[in-house]
């Protein structure tokens, strides 16, 4: 049951980090009582989601996934222990009371989770075993998702020199920082962003220590290993940019911004590429032989093709943001005419696929029609912020900056799945006779 509790704490941490985010973002103006009640509904949503997996055993799941909830928005409540003074955003150390206020947050943890899984059990049914450690991949993947989007908003509002030192804030430990609704937008951007960093980059650890453990494909181990490495250099670029940036416009060093923001998406889809080699379906086929599936060939073609078109689409973007220069504009527009392409031909060639007893072929359509989905709403996207989104560094208005974040994040998933879409194509591939998946050298191979 330890690993369901991890895995569904991790998973109900996820959404409350994220709805303590979009409640507390300066632009809505929410007070922290009116926040309060929505983080509770959503932390017993989750915990209740986690009791109707494993209804036999909600309470043990329930409680454990409620305690590392809590443990784990430990990072969070790090900004109501400090002791700030009056008319200073800067920490003055722990209050008084910081130990009684984080143990009262651990047992409430605990209880929700104990209150939610009571209610899950109520509407769950007994189901076959869950491959725990294959879904903590999924939790992995989606913890990313929202700290791409938190540093696209970081992009869109300028705001990735608002806190100037690092790993402090204002001088103040970076878990301490009086972080709330009411203080500057671009300083909330900026903290925040540091702050959901530090939770993926907790769970990219755990990952990667429980696929070390529990995962006998020695390839595998290693590209979790990997996974972590990268999200490490992530964060430590991140802060090189701090360290070598300048307040002054002028002087401050784009390029680390741009690698910073591209390394931030092929990471995400480094992760999700885990998640695709954990999942169930990946692990049970190896070993399994079918006919060769009709049209897989073409399927691969494309997916190879949509898979390095966005890459490509990736950097010209990522160019326009940081320098918002006519030629890397001039190119994204036009590029996106090739992406848009690929996309369509991949996946409408994945959802012609047909069933096979390996599950895969299941799968791959499912990735073909969020491709076609997806893709079309980028590229909508794409001119919207075009038309509308400013043509300058900096948002002119909010409803500026949400546009240009949600035309990048959106560019991330597509990614994500061009990336999921060629991993499984592959799969199915090897096992239909068809081509096969080839690590670099014979020792790692996935079967």
């Given at each position: 049951?330890?690993?369901?509790?991890?895995?569904?704490g991790?998973?109900t941490?996820?959404?409350?980090w994220?709805?303590w985010?979009?409640?507390?973002?300066?632009w809505?103006?929410l007070s922290?009582?009116?926040?309060?009640?929505v983080?509770?509904?959503?932390?017993?949503?989750m915990?209740?989601?986690?009791?109707?997996?494993?209804?036999s055993k909600?309470a043990l799941?329930g409680t454990?996934?409620?305690?590392?909830?809590a443990?784990?928005?430990?990072?969070?409540l790090g900004?109501?222990?400090a002791?700030?003074?009056?008319?200073?955003n800067?920490s003055?150390?722990?209050?008084p009371?910081?130990?009684?206020?984080a143990?009262?947050?651990?047992v409430?943890g605990?209880t929700a989770?104990?209150?939610?899984?009571?209610i899950?059990?109520?509407?769950g049914?007994?189901?076959?075993?869950?491959?725990?450690?294959?879904?903590?991949?999924?939790?992995a993947a989606a913890?990313?998702?929202?700290?791409?989007?938190?540093?696209?908003l970081v992009?869109?509002?300028?705001?990735?020199?608002?806190?100037?030192d690092?790993?402090?804030?204002?001088?103040?430990?970076?878990?301490?920082?009086?972080?709330?609704?009411?203080?500057?937008p671009?300083?909330?951007?900026?903290?925040?962003?540091r702050l959901?960093?530090?939770l993926?980059?907790l769970?990219?650890?755990?990952?990667?220590?429980?696929t070390?453990v529990?995962?006998?494909?020695r390839?595998?181990?290693?590209?979790?290993?990997?996974v972590?490495l990268l999200?490490?250099f992530?964060?430590?670029?991140?802060g090189?940019?701090?360290?070598?940036?300048s307040?002054?416009?002028h002087?401050?060093?784009?390029a680390f911004?741009?690698?910073?923001?591209?390394?931030?998406q092929?990471?995400f889809?480094?992760v999700?590429?885990?998640?695709?080699f954990l999942?169930?379906?990946?692990?049970?086929?190896?070993?399994q032989?079918r006919d060769?599936?009709?049209?897989?060939?073409?399927?691969?073609?494309?997916?190879?093709g949509?898979?390095?078109?966005?890459?490509?689409?990736?950097l010209?973007g990522?160019s326009?943001?940081?320098f918002?220069d006519g030629?890397?504009?001039w190119?994204h527009?036009?590029?996106?005419i090739?992406?848009?392409?690929?996309?369509?031909?991949?996946g409408f060639a994945?959802?012609?696929?047909?069933?096979?007893?390996?599950?895969?072929?299941?799968?791959?359509?499912?990735?073909?029609?969020?491709l076609l989905?997806?893709a079309?709403?980028?590229?909508?996207?794409?001119?919207?912020?075009f038309?509308?989104?400013?043509?300058?560094?900096?948002?002119d208005s909010?409803?500026?900056a949400?546009l240009?974040?949600?035309?990048?994040?959106n560019?991330?998933?597509?990614?994500a799945?061009?990336?999921?879409?060629?991993?499984?194509?592959?799969?199915l591939?090897?096992v239909?006779?068809?081509?096969a998946?080839?690590?670099?050298?014979?020792s790692?191979?996935p079967?």
């Amino acid at each position: 049951m330890t690993a369901a509790a991890v895995t569904q704490g991790f998973a109900t941490a996820v959404a409350v980090w994220c709805a303590w985010y979009i409640t507390h973002i300066p632009w809505l103006g929410l007070s922290e009582q009116a926040s309060l009640p929505v983080l509770i509904v959503v932390w017993l949503g989750m915990t209740a989601w986690a009791g109707s997996i494993l209804p036999s055993k909600w309470a043990l799941v329930g409680t454990g996934a409620g305690l590392i909830t809590a443990l784990v928005g430990l990072l969070l409540l790090g900004s109501k222990l400090a002791e700030t003074p009056k008319g200073s955003n800067v920490s003055a150390g722990l209050r008084p009371d910081a130990a009684l206020m984080a143990a009262g947050f651990v047992v409430f943890g605990a209880t929700a989770g104990l209150l939610g899984g009571g209610i899950g059990s109520l509407f769950g049914r007994p189901g076959k075993d869950v491959d725990w450690l294959g879904r903590f991949a999924l939790v992995a993947a989606a913890s990313v998702a929202p700290l791409v989007f938190i540093g696209g908003l970081v992009t869109s509002t300028n705001s990735g020199m608002a806190v100037p030192d690092w790993p402090n804030t204002y001088g103040s430990n970076m878990f301490l920082y009086p972080l709330g609704p009411r203080m500057s937008p671009d300083v909330f951007f900026e903290h925040s962003h540091r702050l959901f960093g530090t939770l993926v980059g907790l769970t990219s650890l755990v990952l990667m220590a429980w696929t070390l453990v529990a995962e006998p494909r020695r390839w595998v181990k290693i590209f979790a290993v990997v996974v972590f490495l990268l999200v490490a250099f992530q964060g430590i670029l991140g802060g090189i940019r701090v360290k070598m940036g300048s307040t002054d416009p002028h002087r401050d060093l784009r390029a680390f911004a741009m690698a910073h923001g591209i390394l931030a998406q092929l990471t995400f889809g480094t992760v999700v590429a885990l998640a695709v080699f954990l999942s169930p379906t990946f692990k049970r086929s190896a070993g399994q032989r079918r006919d060769e599936v009709p049209g897989l060939r073409r399927l691969r073609f494309f997916t190879t093709g949509l898979l390095h078109a966005t890459i490509l689409q990736l950097l010209l973007g990522a160019s326009y943001r940081h320098f918002r220069d006519g030629h890397s504009m001039w190119s994204h527009a036009g590029f996106s005419i090739v992406v848009l392409i690929f996309a369509l031909m991949a996946g409408f060639a994945a959802a012609a696929l047909p069933e096979d007893q390996t599950g895969i072929g299941r799968i791959i359509r499912r990735c073909g029609a969020a491709l076609l989905v997806v893709a079309v709403v980028q590229f909508l996207l794409g001119w919207a912020t075009f038309s509308l989104g400013g043509k300058e560094l900096t948002a002119d208005s909010p409803a500026q900056a949400v546009l240009r974040t949600c035309h990048q994040a959106n560019g991330a998933l597509l990614l994500a799945i061009a990336v999921a879409t060629f991993f499984w194509t592959r799969r199915l591939l090897a096992v239909s006779g068809g081509g096969a998946f080839r690590p670099a050298t014979p020792s790692l191979s996935p079967t």
